[in-house]
C-alpha cells in the first residue's frame, strides 16, 4: 500500500530565510509526486509534479523539490520564504494511472515570523 | 472560467442524519473525484467519476456514495451520519490526459 509521512507537523520559519519541507513516501513502482498547498478556508492548489526526467522540478510561487529515489524523498524547497506563504502543505503520492486517487501526507504547516 | 465549485459551504447536520453534497467542475473537465479532509489531517480520496462512471473508491463504508450527472456534475451522499464524518469535504477535476487536480473550496460538514 502507498503512504506519504511528512515529519514535520509545524515549522517556524522568519521571512527572507530558506525553508525545507520533508515529504517521504512509500509505493511499489515510480510514482507521480506532487505538492499542494492549501490556506485556511480554502481548497488545494498545485504548486509542483513529478512525473519523470529531471529530478529537481520547479513549480509555482518560487518553490522547487527535489526527487530522490534512493531516499523515497521528495522535498520542497523555496531560498527566501514570504508572509504569503503561510498556509499548509501536503505531499502526495499516486500511481502512473492515478487519475485522481492522490494518497496525501499529514500536512505541515508553515509559520512565517516577521 | 469558473473554477470547481462546490455546495453548501457549510452544513450542520446531526447523527443519523443523511446529507447531499454538490460538485461543478471546471467547464471541459470530465472526471471528478471526491475527498474528505478530517481537521488536521491530509486529504482521504473516496470516489472518483469518470464520463458519469465510478473509476475509484477509496476505503470508505457503503454510507458513502456518489454519482455523476450529464454534465459531469456530481453529487456525494452520506447516510446515517456519525460524529466521525465531521470533516471538509473536496471535490476536484481534472482535463482528460492531465494530472493536475483542480479543487474547490470544499464544503464544511459539521455532524452534532
Known amino acids: 500500500a502507498q503512504s506519504v509521512t511528512q515529519p514535520d507537523i509545524h515549522i517556524t520559519v522568519s521571512e527572507g530565510a530558506s525553508l525545507e519541507l520533508r515529504c517521504n513516501y512509500s509505493?511499489?513502482?515510480?510514482?507521480?509526486l506532487f505538492w499542494y498547498v492549501q490556506s485556511p478556508g480554502q481548497g488545494l492548489q498545485l504548486l509542483l509534479k513529478?512525473?519523470?526526467?529531471?529530478?529537481l522540478v520547479q513549480g509555482i510561487k518560487g518553490f522547487e523539490a527535489e526527487f530522490k529515489r534512493s531516499q523515497s524523498s521528495f522535498n520542497l524547497r523555496k531560498p527566501s520564504v514570504h508572509w504569503s506563504d503561510a498556509a499548509e502543505y501536503f505531499c502526495?503520492?499516486?500511481?502512473?494511472?492515478?487519475?485522481?486517487?492522490?494518497?496525501f501526507g499529514g500536512g505541515t504547516r508553515l509559520m512565517v515570523k516577521p | 472560467d469558473a473554477g470547481v465549485t462546490q455546495s453548501p459551504t457549510h452544513l450542520i447536520k446531526t447523527r443519523g442524519q443523511q446529507v447531499t453534497l454538490r460538485c461543478s467542475p471546471i467547464?471541459?473537465?470530465?472526471?471528478v473525484s471526491w475527498y474528505q479532509q478530517v481537521l488536521g489531517q491530509g486529504p482521504q480520496f473516496i470516489f472518483q467519476?469518470?464520463?458519469?462512471?465510478?473509476?475509484g473508491r477509496g476505503n470508505f463504508p457503503d454510507r458513502f456514495s456518489a454519482r455523476q450527472f450529464p454534465n459531469y456534475s456530481s453529487e456525494l451522499n452520506v447516510n446515517a451520519l456519525l460524529l466521525g464524518d465531521s470533516a471538509l469535504y473536496l471535490c476536484?477535476?481534472?482535463?482528460?490526459?492531465?494530472?493536475?487536480?483542480?479543487f474547490g473550496s470544499g464544503t464544511q460538514l459539521s455532524v452534532l
Open positions: 476536484a477535476s481534472r482535463d482528460r490526459g492531465e494530472e493536475k487536480l483542480f
Open positions: 509505493y511499489g513502482a515510480t510514482p507521480y
Open positions: 513529478y512525473f519523470s526526467g529531471d529530478t
Open positions: 502526495a503520492v499516486g500511481p502512473n494511472n492515478a487519475g485522481n486517487m492522490l494518497t
Open positions: 467547464s471541459g473537465h470530465k472526471s
Open positions: 467519476y469518470y464520463e458519469k462512471e465510478e473509476r
